[in-house]
């Protein structure tokens, strides 16, 4: 089996890489590294069953030179955040829609199945108790950016269900929920990994609103299995799948079990949504997944504990302190990796 993984040098992507590989695939990665890094394949970059290529899902011969000869798409690739898309809408657009249809385009021109990485962010402001599959989506306004990210994978979503009804393109959707883990990085606004982030540095932990939102948060490890056995279940196709994290949490109480975890002694501070992002900034106060069409079809059951992936997201930025960037608010700049020279592997 050879898959392609569009943004698999990514924190999820470059596990999910990892998991093929260990599985027998050849894995052909296609990423701009624009927030993924070389360094997150660096268990692999040496496996003569990985083909790396540096370039865009936006670019039409860059699509099609990645999905020569590959029999399923994993499309990781994306604009990932609200941060990210809050500091540059439009690339972040066009990434998310324009590379998401091409991406589904190609495959149906090569006739290979795609899944496609979308994110519980489209359920926006709906708090309902445990988010079915078929839920409301409650967006707010168009004119803030801040809901662009869930509007394109929206889209993209709508996008890849069109191309499996006309077409018969064999999609498979899933809906990640917060996912944590090893190699994620804070310098997008994560919370996880930035706030751990400060703890290991003795900063103030800086929780945004009030605190009292809440979030599920999944690991990395528990999620990717889930991924693969959903793109190789046939009866998947055409729906989207919810993998979610089985603990509801505040962000308040996180930041306290971070210091708890850490042993470390700093302090928490509340930053308001409007210094941490923009005026007339918008939240979700809840975001809890129904995780029972997934569990039913591929027994996806989360397991690994909170406070593990606490500690497996220290130990990581403690090997990598670099990884841990901490953004605050949106004045601060983002930074923009320089265009790389890697040689290509393969
Ligand atoms: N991490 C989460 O909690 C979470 C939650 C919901 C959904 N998701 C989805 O999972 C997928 C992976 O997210 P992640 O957390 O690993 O983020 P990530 O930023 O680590 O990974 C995204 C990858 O895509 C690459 N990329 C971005 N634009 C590209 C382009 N135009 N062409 C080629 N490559 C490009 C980046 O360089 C990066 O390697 C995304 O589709 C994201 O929307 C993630």
């Known amino acids: 089996m050879r898959s392609l993984v569009t943004g698999g040098a990514g924190f999820i992507g470059s596990h999910l890489v990892e ?22 394949l660096e268990l692999v970059h040496a496996d003569p069953h990985l083909s790396w ?6 670019v039409r011969s860059d699509v099609q030179w990645a999905m020569r000869g590959v029999d399923r798409v994993f499309h990781l690739a994306a604009a990932v955040g609200v941060h990210l898309i809050v500091e540059s809408p439009l690339a972040s657009l066009r990434t998310n829609i324009h590379g998401t249809e091409l991406v589904l385009e190609t495959a149906q021109q ?26 409301d989506r409650i967006l707010g306004s168009t004119l803030k950016s801040r809901w662009g990210y869930a509007a394109a994978k929206g889209i993209d979503e709508a996008f890849a269900h069109a191309y499996w009804s006309e ?7 899933v809906r990640l929920f917060n996912t944590v883990g090893p190699r994620q990085t804070g310098t997008y606004g994560m919370v996880v990994p930035r706030l751990v982030g400060q703890a290991l540095a003795g900063e103030d932990l800086t929780v945004h609103g009030d605190g009292h939102q809440t979030r599920c948060f999944s690991f990395v490890r528990d999620v990717v299995p889930a991924i693969v056995a959903l793109a190789e279940e046939p009866r998947s196709r ?16 996180l930041a306290a079990r971070i210091l ?12 308001p949504y409007e210094q941490a992002y923009a005026p007339g900034y918008e939240d ?33 930025l403690s090997q990598r302190p670099a990884r841990g960037g901490v953004l605050v608010g949106a004045t601060e700049s983002v930074p923009v990796p320089s265009p790389l020279t890697h040689p290509r592997w393969h």
């Open 19 to 40: 998991q093929l590989l260990e599985m027998g695939d050849d894995v052909v990665v296609l990423d701009n590294l624009s927030t993924g890094s070389l360094d997150n």
């Open 53 to 58: 290529h540096q370039g865009d899902v936006t």
């Open 110 to 135: 090569v006739g290979v199945p795609v899944l496609l990485a979308s994110t519980s962010e489209i359920y926006g402001k709906n708090t309902a108790d445990r988010l079915h599959e078929d839920a």
């Open 167 to 173: 077409h018969g393109l064999p999609v498979t959707i």
């Open 238 to 253: 055409g729906l989207a799948y919810n993998l979610g994290g089985a603990e509801e949490i505040s962000v308040l109480e």
């Open 260 to 271: 708890s975890v850490t042993g470390s002694a700093s302090g928490v501070r509340l930053v």
């Open 284 to 316: 979700m106060r809840r975001r809890v997944p129904d995780n029972t069409r997934s569990h039913e079809l591929v027994g996806f059951t989360p397991t690994t504990s909170l406070d593990d992936m606490i500690v497996a997201v220290a130990a990581d």
